[in-house]
Structure formats: structure tokens, C-alpha cells
């Protein structure tokens, strides 16, 4: 885990809220909180922020990695080279980040990809628009669930999106319906090709059905409160390994004896065994071999390949990263 000191800030010219920190620590930008420095890292908390710190890395020749919050990332002890955009605002702030227009049977939400997703989530139960009760509890922003195209409860992120729209490495913009982002079970076609993308998601429309809100309110409860009986607080990535076809990544893990199993400061959590906890001192190369050997057992023992969930980013010690 990198405890270097972040270096003082460049700023973005004509963007006084755009403040450029080099050799920043990702570990403080991940909710894994594991991660070496970026070489440089801005935050971007509002879409036209994005597109400005894109033409500023295009200007300096820097690759681009994207991150909203950071809760889906196992970023490298050795940390990322270039810039890590962090285009994620907290909820109190993100009353600015959405528009609605009503359809009459549904209602066409437009949100910027900084949005919390939980926040969103509440947001859309309290005004009695279905379709997104499932993000209430879950972490990270609009932007990070679309590229992943995550989901719970039995709904994804792509049962309710209409359209996407994207800033690329040259600040050139597209909007590009559903079926063009190819979304299947925790994946799009964002994720295709390798970190660092240089691509941003910027905004994205949702098609809201009507709903109760009052029963809204109570599933987004009820979500929320499952997730506090059933997964760990604190440090972690949410589930280390997808569901392999009929069964829980996290039911092998457990039968295969490795819950609470350790590798120095990370195990598979003891409140779900698909989640990997760091107690503060663990590494990314800690993680990875957790997860190795976890693959090796569960392989030898069912004949299973679990896959990972959780994406790799940057350059680990010893091997080439991202
Ligand atoms: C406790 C816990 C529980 C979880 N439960 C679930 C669950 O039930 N279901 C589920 O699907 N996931 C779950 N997750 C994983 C994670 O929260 C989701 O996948 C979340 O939607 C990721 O969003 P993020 O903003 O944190 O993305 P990040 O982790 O920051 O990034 C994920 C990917 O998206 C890219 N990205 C992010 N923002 C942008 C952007 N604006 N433009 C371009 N690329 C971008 C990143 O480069 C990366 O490839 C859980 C995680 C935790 C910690």
C-alpha cells in the first residue's frame, strides 16, 4: 500500500476547480483502499469537468484512466501511469447532476456518470420512478455501474438505460444507444479494450416506469438493509470473482474451506465469502495471490475457473500493469 505524500497541485488553466496532484495515492481513491500513486490524478466532479481534464492530458501527452468510485478496483502497489481522472461527486451535491422529463407511463432520467448510484437510487424511489431500487446500499457512481453494467436484486443497469453518452481522449463527443454498449453480465463493451481507455462515460439516460412510491421506498429499504446483514463494512471491493453459470463464486470459496482464509493483511471475509477484507496493511500483490490460490482450490476441488469481478489496474510489482 503506497503511503507516498502527494506532491502540491498544477492547475487546469481556465479551471480554477481543477486541480491537477501528482504522485497521488490511489489507495486514498479506492474503497479497497490498496493502490500505488498515480503519476498525476484530478477530480472531476461535473461532466464539462471531464472533458476539460481529458483536452488538458491530450495536450500533455498523458494516457487516461477514468475512475468513478473506485469500488470495483484492485489498483497496482506500483500505482498508474498518467493521469486518473475521478469523476465521482458526493450526494449532496448531485441534485445538479440529474434532468427529468416526463413520458406520461415512464419518465426519461438524464444523469451525469459523477452521480452516487445509491444516491440515484433513493432519488428515483422517493419520486416513484421503478428501476433503480436495486443501487440503493450499493457503492461507486452512475459512470463505474454503466462500464460494468452492474446490478442486483435481479435488475442490471442496462434493464433501464437508453442512452450513453461518451467523451474520448481527444475531448471528441458520442451518444450511442443501449444495444452499441453490448452489456452483459458485468461487463460492456467498455471494457473491451485495456486501461489505460482514455474514455469517459459523461452522461446517461434512463427510462423510468411509474411506480408506488411508498412501496419504492420500502424495497430500497429493504435492499439497503440486506446488504447490512449480509456483507462486510469497511474495506473491500464487493465481490472478488463473478458467479460462475448455476452457482455463487462465494458457496465454493466457503466450501472449499477458504473463508477467512488470509494472505498478510487481506482474507476472504467471514459475512461473505466472495469478499476480500483489508485490515489496513494489506497490498495489491497480497490480493492477487489471495485470489490465485482461491482459483487453484476451488479448480482443484470442483472444477470450476473462477473468474475475476473485481478489474486490475496499473502496474503490480514485478509484472507489467496496465
Ligand atoms: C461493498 C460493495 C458491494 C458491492 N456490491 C455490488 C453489487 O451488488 N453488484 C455489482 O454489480 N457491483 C457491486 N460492487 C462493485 C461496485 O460497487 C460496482 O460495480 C460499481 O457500480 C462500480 O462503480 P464505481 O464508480 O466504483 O466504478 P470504479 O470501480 O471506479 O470503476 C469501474 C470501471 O468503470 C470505469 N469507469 C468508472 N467511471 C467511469 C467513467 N465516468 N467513464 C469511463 N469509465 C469509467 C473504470 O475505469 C473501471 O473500468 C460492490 C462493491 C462494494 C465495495
Known amino acids: 500500500m503506497s503511503r507516498t505524500a502527494t506532491a502540491p497541485s498544477v492547475q487546469i488553466p481556465g479551471h480554477p476547480d481543477l486541480k491537477v496532484l501528482s504522485n497521488a495515492p490511489m489507495s486514498n481513491m479506492t474503497t479497497w483502499r490498496i493502490g500505488g500513486p498515480a503519476d498525476f490524478a484530478v477530480r472531476a466532479g461535473h461532466p464539462d469537468k471531464v472533458i476539460a481534464a481529458l483536452q488538458w492530458a491530450h495536450d500533455q501527452n498523458l494516457p487516461v484512466t477514468v475512475i468513478g468510485g473506485g469500488s470495483n478496483l484492485l489498483v497496482g502497489d506500483d500505482g498508474i501511469r498518467g493521469l486518473v481522472i475521478i469523476a465521482r461527486t458526493p450526494g449532496e451535491r448531485a441534485g445538479q447532476l440529474v434532468s427529468a422529463e416526463d413520458l406520461g407511463a415512464e419518465t426519461r432520467l438524464r444523469v451525469a456518470a459523477q452521480a452516487p448510484l445509491s444516491w440515484v437510487g433513493r432519488y428515483c424511489c422517493d419520486r416513484g420512478w421503478a428501476g433503480m431500487d436495486w443501487g440503493v446500499g450499493l457503492p461507486g457512481a452512475i459512470g463505474g455501474a454503466t462500464v460494468n453494467n452492474a446490478g442486483?436484486?435481479?435488475?442490471?443497469?442496462?434493464?433501464?438505460?437508453d442512452r450513453v453518452e461518451i467523451a474520448r481522449s481527444d475531448g471528441t463527443l458520442e451518444s450511442h444507444d443501449r444495444a452499441w454498449l453490448n452489456p452483459t453480465y458485468r461487463h460492456t463493451r467498455l471494457k473491451d479494450s485495456s486501461q489505460p481507455r482514455g474514455v469517459a462515460v459523461t452522461w446517461v439516460e434512463l427510462l423510468l416506469p411509474k411506480g408506488d412510491p411508498a412501496r419504492l421506498k420500502q424495497l430500497a429499504?429493504?435492499?439497503a438493509g440486506y446488504r447490512h446483514r449480509t456483507q462486510p463494512t469497511g474495506r473491500c471491493a464487493g465481490s472478488t470473482f463473478t458467479n460462475p453459470p448455476g452457482d455463487f463464486a462465494g458457496r465454493l470459496i466457503e466450501e472449499a474451506g477458504l473463508k477467512d482464509f488470509a494472505v498478510g493483511g487481506v482474507r476472504f471475509s467471514t459475512v461473505h465469502s466472495n469478499f476480500i477484507v483489508n485490515d489496513g496493511s494489506g497490498t495489491a500483490e497480497q490480493v492477487l495471490e489471495l485470489?490465485?490460490?482461491?482459483?487453484?482450490?476451488?479448480?482443484?476441488r470442483f472444477g470450476v475457473r473462477l473468474e475475476t469481478e473485481i478489474e486490475p489496474i496499473g502496474a503490480f510489482t514485478g509484472r507489467r500493469g496496465t
Do not use: C, P, R
Request: aromatic fraction near 0%.
Open 291 to 300: 485470489i490465485a490460490h482461491a482459483q487453484d482450490v476451488v479448480l482443484d
Open 221 to 223: 429499504d429493504e435492499h
Open 152 to 161: 442486483a436484486h435481479g435488475t442490471e443497469m442496462k434493464d433501464h438505460l
